[in-house]
């Protein structure tokens, strides 16, 4: 099974590709979409929507689990641009017909840590400790994505 988790943003939009074999996750592949915010907010989807494309095209995964917006009421602009770039990675999972699971970010960090208000430091910690890495995954928006796909193989193996 082949899970690609995504941590939506317009600037940075963090993947990892985890790949399940005889009950052991590997990382296959993992990094940042970034785009520029001197460029328009339609050229800054494309970006996302074409290397999105790219990385279903070449992997195919089963699946792909998303973490849910979360933005404070106080920044209510964040959560409509963060809404775009959500979008088009939606539209672009369905295009591709890859079945999209959505988790709450407190979720995430109960399925990696047992605490839903675990810190980004012990996120990343629990994914370093759970696909055997070397280092800490990073940047954090890896780290993020990388514990959506976990999330999701953990939450259907289950």
Request: aromatic share 4%; charged share 20%; hydrophobic share 40%.
């Amino acid at each position: 099974m082949r899970v690609l988790g995504v941590d939506p943003g317009l600037v940075a939009t963090g993947y990892g590709l985890i790949e399940w074999a005889d009950g052991t996750a590997k990382v296959t592949e993992a990094g940042v979409i970034s785009t520029s915010q001197e460029q328009s907010l339609a050229l800054r989807i494309r970006k996302i929507h074409q290397e999105l494309a790219e990385l279903l095209d070449e992997f195919q995964p089963d699946a792909m689990a998303v973490e849910d917006l979360y933005t404070h009421y106080d920044h209510p602009r964040t959560a409509v641009l963060m809404g775009h770039a959500r979008g088009v990675m939606l539209l672009t999972a369905a295009q591709h017909n890859v079945e999209v699971f959505t988790y709450p970010p407190k979720r995430i960090k109960k399925a990696l840590t047992g605490n839903g208000s675990a810190s980004k430091r012990q996120v990343q910690r629990m994914v370093q400790t759970r696909l055997g890495l070397a280092e800490l995954p990073a940047p954090d928006h890896v780290s993020d994505a990388l514990a959506a796909a976990i999330c999701h193989g953990t939450a259907i193996r289950a």
